[in-house]
T-cell receptor, first 111, second 114 residues
């Protein structure tokens, strides 16, 4: 049973608009969440993270929101750029234990 | 369904020893990635292989080497181990060109260097 779920395999957004990528989790013990970005033929690279003591973390155009009661987090990219086109992975861990990854959402930003 | 298998799950070594971690990708997956996650740190990309050839290289120390074999399993070899090599090592696999770009991670191998 998947503990981290990204229910949308793909998302298409126009350049300049907001991209919202969603992630749901089932394990209430998760206390640290990360987003990874992957370009074709490259390994995923770390993008942004959030601890469970926060509900928002912002880094430039990227903001991650955490809703613990709903066991839901989202990544907002504003404004979206064509270079943001990639696959985005959500990951979670409990007590600095191993990371559990979602299956990814492919974002395509078109001009 | 078969997942990514990593072995051993736990390994304890002493400084200056050598360690080998193994990764068995999901059947038919041709791409393997290695990640290192130190205590309290985010996973860092080490190296990846596609069709038995190195495809991308991240922050992998010179003391480490890796390869992908004909059956697509991969091994990460770590020599002259240092205390700082203690970490959780993740392997992930994918099928190159897969439409969804899905990446499947193993449960990790925890290396402790004493």
């Amino acid at each position: 049973d998947q503990q981290v779920k990204q229910n949308s395999p793909s998302l298409s957004v126009q350049e300049g608009r907001i991209s919202i990528l969603n992630c749901d989790y089932t394990n209430s013990m998760f206390d640290y969440f990360l987003w990874y970005k992957k370009y074709p033929a490259e390994g995923p690279t770390f993008l942004i993270s959030i601890s469970s003591i926060k509900d928002k973390n912002e880094d430039g155009r990227f903001t991650v929101f955490l809703n613990k009661s709903a066991k839901h987090l989202s990544l907002h990219i504003v404004p979206s750029q064509p270079g943001d086109s990639a696959v985005y992975f959500c990951a979670a861990s409990a007590n600095t234990d191993k990371l559990i990854f979602g299956t990814g959402t492919r974002l395509q930003v078109f001009p | 369904a078969a997942g990514v298998i990593q072995s051993p799950r736990h390994l304890i070594k002493e400084k200056r020893e050598t360690a080998t971690l193994k990764c068995y990708p999901i059947p038919r997956h041709d791409t393997v990635y290695w990640y290192q996650q130190g205590p309290g740190q985010d996973p860092q990309f080490l190296i990846s292989f596609y069709e038995k050839m190195q495809s991308d290289k991240g922050s992998i120390p010179d003391r480490f080497s890796a390869q992908q074999f004909s059956d697509y399993h991969s091994e990460l070899n770590m020599s002259s181990l240092e205390l700082g090599d203690s970490a959780l090592y993740f392997c992930a696999s994918s099928l190159a060109g897969a439409e969804a770009g899905e990446l499947f991670f193993g449960e990790g191998s925890r290396l402790t260097v004493l």
